[in-house]
């Protein structure tokens, strides 16, 4: 038995967790910064970093207590080492490298966009990742800093298909809210808002789908755009304040709308892939993930088609419980981090999971 302690600051929460093997999760704490945020309309990195010396050593002690162990227990420290923001992740980086330190534990730092694909198959998920039936794996994964397509082959080998080449999906959902006065963070209140909405009242673009009447180019197939979602979004909010319709019903439509634009794009490529791909496995991971109209509609879309795993709500948005699951597979291969890692703001190239044994 190997107890993973993970630590996760990449941006507003701060969270530890205690993981069992790759998969059993003894713990997980998370401490939300989004009152401190909300006034600011998003994320201040400094803000951020302050609360998170705040909170990572009482998240730390909860998640042990929690689980039911000590220090003494702990076979390594797993710690965020990016993408995400640099002055949030390095508190819990140098906060991971003194307590590895302080007890003599290997140190393993994770790219926390990995370890949302792997949020998927935490809970006893993990035994599927052995199995040749598997593979391909397509790794959908959305939230405020990404959205990417990611085909995982059977050997570990990794290739990016496509990515955002402006906003991010929860960007562009966080975005859309402010627009409309919703409130943050955008996303929930977003989907809470269309829930009572239509969302064939209002026709909002879905770019890079070839569905606007011009051919898509070969390289941007499995790309993603959302910047020109959220322009139409902001003329179609002047437009129609302009001819005072504005009311309560007009609101919740839009919402509605929107929020079906934006995961509409999301299917729709994650479907081109299947008809070029063999692939057996589709992952949907991230904060994103959380929304219940893209769960709706990748089930009902794809779900026939392949085995869909869309990750649990408590592991889609920032957790600590998918940094231990995911540092597993380097702590049983010796894959340890040195002492001196860094902390990294963007997504490098990915190649190879560490998952895949």
Known sequence: MSLILSIESSCDETAAAVVESGSRVLSSVVASQIAKHAPHGGVVPELAAREHL??????????LKEAGVTMKDISAVAVTQGPGLIPALLVGMNFAKGIAQANNLPLIGVNHFLAHIYGAFLDGGEALLKEKSTYPILALVV?????????????????QLGCTIDDAAGEALDKGAKLLGLGYPGGPVMQKTAETGDPEKFDFPRPLTGGAGRALA????????FSGIKTALLYHVRKSRQAGICDEQWLHDTAAGFQRAVVDVLVKKSLSVLKNFPVKTVVVAGGVACNAELRRMMAERLGRRVDLRIAPPKYCTDNAAMVGGIAWHSFKKGDFSPLNIDSFARLPQIVNVPFVD
């Open 54 to 63: 705040k909170a990572v050593i009482p998240v730390t002690e909860g998640a």
């Open 143 to 159: 939230s405020g800093g990404h959205t990417s397509l990611l085909l995982i082959s059977e050997d570990g080998s990794a290739r």
């Open 218 to 225: 070969p390289e941007n197939l499995y790309n993603f755009s």
